[in-house]
């Protein structure tokens, strides 16, 4: 019966070989979905157990993994949590990571394929594996400076290098403590978690960057600007400004802020309209203008395109294809028109380096635990909206406006700072949101920032962009310059 | 070896040291590593559990250079590998979830391999356990009904497949697979032919004589039964598949896998549709991944775990003790993919690799043993231990539904352990009679003197002394120094049997006797196994036959064993 013993020895190998292609199809083809899968608390537990990487600004760690006695190893601690959580994020075992504990997840836990070599290393060595530190670009004083100016305002501010593109402060208030959605007890930080969603003033929301995007006002009359000089005005030119517009259309009468005249003769230049705010002139320039030069100029500074800093940017929008009378409320920052701070942020910034716009930045370097750089950003240019003339131009009208225009309280003195105030409307009588944009110093410009204050924060309807959010830009610019 | 001596087979005992080693230093560095990663420190029993296992290993290594110095050599360390890999899994689980397994399964591995060399010490030739065979059937079935017995039936998670004894829990089917592997081994030898005849034939398949039936009907119903009663797919199969798979080795008709694997298809069919606790297993291997089935009681919940542990090893593992194996019966039914997890998709290569191994060995020595029913038991104790792989690994891996049965060698378990060790004795017993060297001296080589074949090897040099005596036409008793040939032959069924085989199948005789000088070379050029049976060599036959008939009559000398079937694989 030897035949018999051999088909069967060979039907043994075939069931054997089934058993090498089960075992494969788990532990390799399907490993991925496996792990992927929410049941699988193992990926949890590894993910928790490694020692993560710590977050830095200006050489201290404000984000760390310390170790603990528990079935995850490490507990993640915030210090300065409210600080910095629109730029931290979380790190949470039932809600995962936001902010930069996600963007910069693979850094952090060392999984990043730049960081094969040390991966070897501790595979050789058989350390625990241990994550890189992630060098932020955030400048404390700068980031304190916000948050305590914009206090319990719901509101957001953001500050750049113009000349690098380094974000050097990204704030979003209210906001929330990181270290109550990293406790390891799923039911506290279930907890904590419905408690902070549950907020009507939305603590978990970034503001900064990816909250509801708001409308600009009159902040995007830099724009608006920005694309007639670009098409030939200069800012001495003078141009109707009367005090009401009738929207091209429609028997809507277009007034100005107040119901005010911008000027005895209802023409003024370029530079004093911008300086006033004034709304009928930019609507008029806007008409005249046309749609196409407007939304060509936003989208170069950065409109309609959802950058990643590397967290991740809502894109700023002007919308297309109005009728006449939507495209002089768009080019007055009304209407449709939608933006994030950071994106106002950026046009103040590549109008101080002379029009050119920087890609705006986060992650300083990233460094091994044994501090070799892994990686470090170089300063990269994301488009050059404007001429340097324009620049130059929309500088001096943007210092008038400071000296004695909207923006006397962005004043600093011995510093020569250049903004831009807004006041937009909101509609469901609610009311206005307050935002100023600046940079300073003029000549050599080393901070570009954008603030909002919802609703006009604390003043209510008397709020405007010069009176609320402009002290805020100044303390910012403050903070950063007074070294 | 010069021309006219007897030839050498080599006993490859120290191979066999060689590879018991390695398994030990194996084992040792696993049983270390998880100490390390887990407390950085060595475990506390370190050097006591090392000992032990070496003991142990050394232990069954010199029983075997006593009683069976031929045996196969790799049964033993691919038996010992996956102990001590299970072991120091199973200790890994310990240290993560507070329990004190390792230790009783030290134990329960020391009983195991105590009783693989009881096996060696009391059957000296495994044909005796033929005679065993109705008492093998019945100890067989009551074992595997056990459970359902009140007062020591006891269920578990489940499954009524355990039974209480004192302080320990049985599985009693892990021990009754063997006996009932004898009583198959018995039962088909004597009636293989009536099985084996032919009846219609239909789609190109030999159909049995309906009247042939019967065995596999009743087996059949024992099996569903089994499946209903005690709620568990795992006993049920193996059963089943075990006399299948045999009846196929002793028929040689593919006809009866067919028939088998259809009947325990529609059987498993009707039960399932009947019954809710069986519908459940297969709900939750049909649709694993689904939530309500994962959350349900007696859902998918543990085996899906056990695949999350096996994804998350992925290629290479976590490394001892970097996992988290621990999942509900991690250390028993779960221990693949516990391993899976901690030492990746490579080093559940290695262990099934190894289960290979040694169920492929197990058919070598089916192959190159000599009679019908070591051939019947060795291939059926092979397979047991192939099915029962892959009905575990089968169902912790999704590939067939999930079962209650434990990985041989690696699992938790006692009776297990000691099962699956036993098996490792009748395999190492039948192997030994099968690669002994002839006792009797070959044709030419009369003159080889125990100077002759060399001081070193004593067992050979036995063999020659009782080769010379058998040629000079000594008695029987003096031939009992030739060991164990003759132990069967006093058991006058099996002369029965031969004789009536020497009867029915003349020409089988008078070819065997035409292909002596093919034989002979092969005996010169095999030296690993002898093909040809002890007692038909030439010479043997010579002096055997013409006084046959009174030999079988009287049963004063014994006859010598015969091939017994007309299938013998000639060279």
Not at chain 2, 514 to 530: M, T, V
Request: glycine share 8%; charged share 15%.
């Amino acid at each position: 019966m030897n035949k018999p013993l051999r088909r069967l020895s060979v039907i043994v190998l075939l069931m054997f070989v089934a058993l090498f292609a089960s075992s494969t199809w788990i532990s390799f083809v399907k490993a991925p979905e496996l792990n992927a899968d929410s049941r699988n608390t193992r990926t949890l537990y590894r993910e928790f157990g490694t020692n993560r990487g710590a977050l830095i600004v200006d050489g201290n760690e404000i984000t760390t993994s310390v170790p603990i006695k528990s079935a995850f190893k490490y507990q993640r601690e915030y210090s300065d949590g409210s600080l910095f959580a629109p730029v931290t994020g979380f790190y949470s075992i039932v809600y995962g990571r936001t902010g930069m504990e996600k963007a910069a997840n693979e850094y952090l836990n060392g999984t990043s394929d730049s960081l094969w070599l040390n991966r070897l290393e501790h595979l050789i060595t058989g350390a625990d594996p241990q994550g890189s530190s992630v060098e932020l670009t955030l400048n404390k004083k700068a980031q304190e400076a916000a948050y305590k100016a914009l206090g319990d305002q719901r509101g957001a501010a953001v500050a750049i290098d113009p000349k690098t593109g380094a974000i050097l402060a990204l704030v979003s208030t209210p906001s929330f403590d990181p270290n109550l959605l990293a406790g390891h007890k799923s039911s506290e930080v279930i907890s904590a978690y419905k408690e902070l969603s549950g907020d009507p003033s939305k603590p978990l929301v970034n503001r900064a960057i990816a909250g509801d995007t708001y409308p600009p006002g009159s902040v995007f009359k830099l724009i608006t600007a920005a694309a007639a000089l670009e098409d030939g005005m200069s800012a001495d030119d003078i141009i109707d400004a009367p005090r009401q517009y009738e929207l091209p259309g429609t028997s809507t009468k277009l007034n100005n802020f107040g119901g005010s005249a911008c000027s005895a003769t209802g023409k003024q230049s370029l530079a004093d309209a911008l300086r006033v705010s004034c709304n009928t002139a930019f609507a008029i320039l806007g008409n005249e203008l046309g749609e196409a030069k407007i939304a060509e100029q936003a989208e170069a500074f950065g409109f309609g395109e959802a950058l990643q800093i590397p967290l991740g940017v809502t894109a700023s929008r002007f919308p297309t294809g109005q009728n006449d009378a939507a495209v002089a409320l768009s080019a007055i920052g009304q209407q449709d028109v939608r933006v994030t701070p950071l994106q106002v942020a950026m046009i103040s910034a590549a109008i101080a380096n002379d029009g050119q716009l920087m890609e705006p930045y986060l992650i300083e370097k990233v460094r091994t635990p044994d501090l070799a750089v892994v990686s470090e950003t170089k300063p990269d240019t994301l488009s050059n909206p404007i001429s340097k003339s324009t620049a130059d131009q929309l500088t001096e009208m943007m210092i008038g406006v400071v000296e004695r225009g909207t923006g006397v309280a962005a004043q600093i003195s011995g510093v020569e700072v250049a903004g831009k105030s807004g006041t937009a409307e909101t509609g469901n009588n609610k009311s206005q949101h307050a935002w100023f944009t600046a940079f300073a110093p003029a000549n050599d410009p080393e901070i570009a920032v954008a603030v909002i204050v919802e609703n006009g924060g604390n003043a209510g309807s008397e709020a405007t962009g010069g009176s609320v959010a402009a002290p805020i830009a100044r303390a910012i610019i403050q903070a950063v310059l007074s070294k | 070896m010069t021309k006219g001596s007897t030839p050498t087979v080599r006993t490859r005992r120290g191979s066999e040291l060689l590879l018991i080693l390695f398994a030990l230093l194996v084992g040792m560095f696993a049983y270390a590593n998880v100490g390390l990663a887990v407390n950085d420190s060595l475990p506390t029993n370190f050097y006591v559990l090392t000992v032990s296992m070496a003991v142990i290993a050394i232990v069954v290594h010199l029983i075997v250079r006593r009683f069976a110095p031929y045996a196969d050599p790799l049964l033993i360390p691919i038996a010992l590998f996956l102990n001590c890999i299970g072991l120091a899994m199973i200790y890994r689980i310990d240290l993560g979830s507070d329990t004190n397994l390792a230790s009783k399964q030290l134990m329960w591995t020391a009983v195991g391999v105590a009783a693989a060399c009881l096996v060696l010490f009391f059957i000296k030739d495994h044909r005796i356990l033929r005679r065993y065979s109705y008492v093998s059937m019945i100890v067989g079935l009551l074992l595997a009904v056990s459970p359902l017995l009140p007062g020591i039936g006891h269920s578990m998670h489940g499954a009524n497949i355990w039974i209480k004894l004192g302080p320990f829990s049985l599985q009693p089917a892990e021990l009754s697979k063997i006996f009932l592997a004898i009583f198959f081994a018995a039962y088909l030898v004597d009636n293989r032919d009536r099985l084996a005849f032919g009846g219609p034939k239909f789609m190109g398949l030999h159909l049995p004589r309906m009247r042939d039936f019967g065995p596999i009907i009743l087996v059949w119903i024992a099996s569903l039964l089994i499946l209903i009663s005690q709620r568990d797919l795992g006993t049920s199969l193996l059963f089943f598949g075990l006399f299948v798979a045999m009846l196929y080795l002793a028929t040689e008709r593919t006809s009866w896998i067919v028939i088998g694997g259809l009947m325990f298809a529609a059987g498993v069919g009707l039960v399932v549709s009947k019954f809710a606790h069986v519908q459940q297993r297969f709900d939750g291997w049909l649709h694993a991944m689904d939530s309500d089935v994962y959350d349900r009681v007696g859902g998918s919940y543990q085996l899906v775990q056990g695949m999350f542990g096996m994804a998350s090893g992925g290629l290479f593992g976590t490394g001892w003790g970097q996992g988290r194996p621990f999942v509900t019966f991690s250390y028993s039914d779960f221990i693949f993919p516990s391993l899976g997890e901690e030492l990746g998709l490579v080093g559940l290569f290695a262990i099934l690799t190894a289960y290979m191994l040694f169920v492929q060995r197990g058919f070598r020595i089916a192959i190159s043993t000599r009679d019908g029913f070591g051939k019947l038991l060795a291939g059926g104790l092979a397979f047991v231990i192939a099915w029962q792989c892959f009905v575990v690994i089968g169902g912790v891996t999704r590939l067939i539904p999930l079962t209650g049965l434990t990985t041989p060698f690696l699992a938790y378990g006692g009776s297990s352990l000691l099962a699956n060790w036993i098996i490792v004795g009748i395999l190492l017993r039948i192997s030994d009679n099968a690669r002994r060297p002839v006792p009797l001296p070959l044709r030419g080589a009369s003159t080889a003197t125990p100077d002759e074949s060399g001081p070193n090897l004593p067992v050979r040099r036995t063999s020659a002394r009782a080769a010379v005596a058998a040629h000079s036409n000594a008695s029987a008793k003096e031939l009992d120094t030739a060991g164990h040939d003759w132990a069967v032959a006093q058991d006058a069924q099996h002369t029965q049997v031969v004789s009536r085989e020497a009867i029915d199948f003349p020409t089988d005789v008078v070819r065997q006797l035409d292909a002596e000088s093919a034989e002979n070379q092969i005996l010169d050029d095999s030296r690993d196994s002898s093909p040809l049976p002890p007692a038909i060599t030439p010479d043997a036959r010579r002096s055997a036959y013409p006084g046959q008939s009174s030999i079988i009559h009287t049963g004063a000398v014994p006859p010598p064993p015969l091939p017994d079937h007309n299938e013998e694989e000639r060279p």
